[in-house]
């Protein structure tokens, strides 16, 4: 499968994003989805994911009641929505997928990444 992401840019601090992630291919309803966030100078970050099957969504702590994850599969495509943002939000944004995975925080498990959209959120 191939990921392109998308619906990044600057926005002041409390104000919201959505982020796409498209995907190719038919099976996309068998891929989970994790969407990770990487700052300068910083690893990179887990933020959330949706899982493959019946969905389910994970969070990070740092995230959780702020970003929504969510998917259309008939459209192959994930959401990032982002509420609430912060400074410390800035990062680019990359999706990823995972065929074999359920859910997963650890970014080496999923096999497959779109190229990354920044986000800078102004104080």
């Known amino acids: 499968v191939q990921l392109q992401a998308s619906g990044g840019g600057l926005v002041q601090s409390g104000g919201s994003l959505r982020l796409s992630c498209a995907a190719s291919g038919r099976t996309f309803s068998r891929y989970t989805v994790g969407w990770f966030r990487q700052a300068p100078g910083k690893e990179r970050e887990f933020v959330g994911c949706?899982?493959?099957?019946?969905?389910?969504?994970y969070y990070s702590d740092s995230v959780k009641g702020r970003f929504t994850v969510s998917r259309d599969n008939a459209n192959n495509t994930a959401y990032l929505q982002m509420n609430s943002l912060k400074p410390e939000d800035t990062a680019v944004y990359f999706c990823a997928a995972d065929q074999q995975i359920y859910a997963s925080a650890n970014p080496t498990q999923y096999d497959y990444w779109g190229q990354g959209t920044q986000v800078t959120v102004s104080s």
């Open positions: 949706i899982t493959r099957g019946v969905p389910r969504t």
